[in-house]
């Protein structure tokens, strides 16, 4: 599975802003994606996910009510809709998929290049 991210870039605090990523290849295998963050000198930081084949998401603690995460099956595409950016929000976002469940929830197999998000202050 290939993963190819976009629609990062610079928005104000308190904006909103799409991301996408388009899944490729062997996607019939899928059983999840998520989107994962990670700021300079910190640590990669779950963010959202979505069941492929269901409706089921979860979203990290600090984006909850903020963020939605959805799909369109057709196009293998996932979003994130961001809403009341905040500066903190700022971070290189990746998007990652899974072909099963894990002991580990945030176990993924497959990883994309990342796109960056700004939020200004």
């Known amino acids: 599975v290939q993963l190819q991210a976009s629609g990062g870039g610079l928005v104000q605090a308190g904006g909103s802003l799409r991301v996408s990523c388009a899944a490729s290849g062997s996607t019939n295998n899928m059983y999840a994606l998520g989107w994962f963050c990670q700021a300079p000198g910190k640590e990669r930081e779950f963010v959202a996910s979505i069941i492929w084949n269901a409706d089921i998401t979860r979203y990290g603690d600090s984006v909850k009510g903020r963020f939605t995460i959805s799909k369109d099956n057709a196009k293998n595409t996932v979003y994130l809709q961001m809403n009341s950016l905040k500066p903190e929000d700022t971070a290189v976002y990746y998007c990652?998929?899974?072909?099963?469940?894990?002991?580990?929830?945030?176990?993924?197999?497959?990883w994309g290049q990342g796109t960056q998000v700004t939020v200004s202050s």
């Open positions: 990652a998929a899974k072909k099963r469940a894990y002991y580990n929830d945030y176990q993924y197999d497959y």
